[in-house]
């Protein structure tokens, strides 16, 4: 079992910058992934990126990308999530989550990671 604890939202003006954190504990598997999502209100959760070990390997979102940048520590226990230039339209919940691993398109796709965080509120004001 992984529990995760995500930090780092609160409000923030358009065109500012946050850099948020997920701490997992427990056991993690060689080919760990943690990833982010968000979820606005009305809308659908939506993949942002994530980050697999033991490369590193890293999957982004096509709209985030140039924005937003994950990064992981090399302990296998730690992601971040930096996102730049954000707007009110990036308002919403944001999820850590976790998995032993993920493979291909699968790792995009909220149904493939088993362990979430509760949460973190980013707000963007205009």
């Known amino acids: 079992q992984v529990q995760l604890v995500e930090s780092g939202g609160g409000l923030v003006q358009a065109g500012g910058s946050l850099r948020l954190s997920c701490v997992a504990s427990g056991r993690t598997s060689s080919n760990f992934v943690m990833a982010w999502f968000r979820q606005a209100p009305g809308k659908e959760r939506e993949f942002l990126s994530a980050l697999k070990w033991p490369a590193k390997y890293i999957y982004d979102s096509d709209s985030t990308k140039g924005r937003f940048a994950i990064t992981g520590s090399d302990a296998k226990n730690s992601a971040y999530l930096r996102m730049d230039s954000l707007s009110p339209e990036d308002t919403a919940v944001y999820y850590c989550?976790?998995?032993?691993?993920?493979?291909?398109?699968?790792?995009?796709?909220?149904?493939?990671?088993?362990?979430w965080g509760q949460g973190t509120q980013v707000t963007v004001s205009s």
């Open positions: 989550a976790a998995a032993a691993s993920c493979t291909g398109s699968g790792c995009y796709s909220s149904s493939s990671y088993d362990f």
